[in-house]
């Protein structure tokens, strides 16, 4: 009995750890995502080339995974806290990048129709459009909370990688060059999130 009692939990779990997954690929294919062509791909390792990229953004820290209200701000902004009252459709994926002087910075990807119109402008305060400039990146995926441990110990499994490739990190004086990507929405189990490093290329 007890045997099969613990085959029938095992069918459930892996039931819904299936279900949970599939729900999530779909919500995830629900949202424009910010284009990229693939150059070279190892394993969980690309290069990659982007084209300019129009953002949203807002200061943040990185383990206040939006807590800090800086998701709201931008959230509020798709939302209609725009010049134009537009409401803008939520696109994959969250880009955080370091900033040398103004700190982390979240910024949501703006849908490609927008870009070319043009993107309205923020009535909500710190919240501002910048470009993203397109280029070529070293990029690592990984999954679990995305917290600023987990980003720095990816970021040097990149590192390590770009030195077997002999590509170099390009030096900014206004930038890092580092960037971190989620792609799916808070209450997604970590196992199943989809996070990325970014590395930006000389």
């Known amino acids: 009995m007890k045997r099969r009692q ?19 690929t779909m919500a995830r294919a629900g949202y424009e995502s910010a284009e ?19 953002l949203v953004s807002t200061t943040t820290k990185l383990d206040a995974q939006g807590r800090d209200g800086s998701f709201m701000k931008l959230f509020s902004y798709i939302s209609g806290a725009n010049e134009t009252k537009q409401k803008i459709s939520m696109t994959t994926p969250v880009f955080m990048g370091n900033d040398k002087d103004s700190g982390v910075q ?11 119109k043009g993107v309205p402008k923020p009535t909500g305060q710190q919240v501002d459009v910048r470009k993203r400039v397109g280029g070529r990146f070293a990029v690592v995926r990984f999954s679990g909370q995305l917290t600023s441990k987990l980003a ?15 590509l170099v990190a390009e030096d900014s004086a ?16 970590g196992p199943l999130r989809r996070n990325e490093v970014l590395i930006r290329l000389k």
């Open 106 to 116: 979240m910024g949501f990807v703006m849908p490609k129709d927008i870009a070319i």
């Open 36 to 54: 990229y062509k693939v150059v070279e791909s190892d394993g969980k390792f690309e290069i990659r080339e982007y084209p300019d990229l129009m």
């Open 174 to 189: 206004e930038s890092s060059g580092v960037e971190t990507a989620g792609y799916d929405p808070p209450f997604t189990p």
């Open 152 to 166: 720095k110990d990816s970021e040097a499994k990149l590192r390590a990688w770009m030195e077997t490739k002999g």
């Open 6 to 24: 613990m085959i029938y939990l095992s069918a459930m779990a892996i039931l819904v750890a299936a279900g949970v997954f599939a729900w999530n």
